[in-house]
């Protein structure tokens, strides 16, 4: 049987992002994303609800260009997989996250 992990979002940047170095001299970039989904009610009101994505990305060309060309706000187009992580916290607390 076959699987696929797979994620497409188109959203809103939630703040700069943030572009850092890894040890191994690797650069990285990292912002929230805001999907949002909207219809109508029952009562026939606009209604309206806000997801929040973080994006973390390891690819150089596209790290250069988030660094150079993406801001707050701005809407953009993201492609790649979900994965989560897993760590040990200072109180020793397993935590896991995606």
Known sequence: MASLNKVTLIGNVGGLPEIRTTAKGMKVASFSLATHENWINAEGEKQKETEWHKVVIFHEASVNFVEKYVGKGDLVF??????????TNAQGQDIKTW
């Not at 993201?78 to 760590?87: A, F, N, T």
């Open 78 to 87: 993201v492609e790649g997989h979900i994965q989560s992580r897993s760590w």
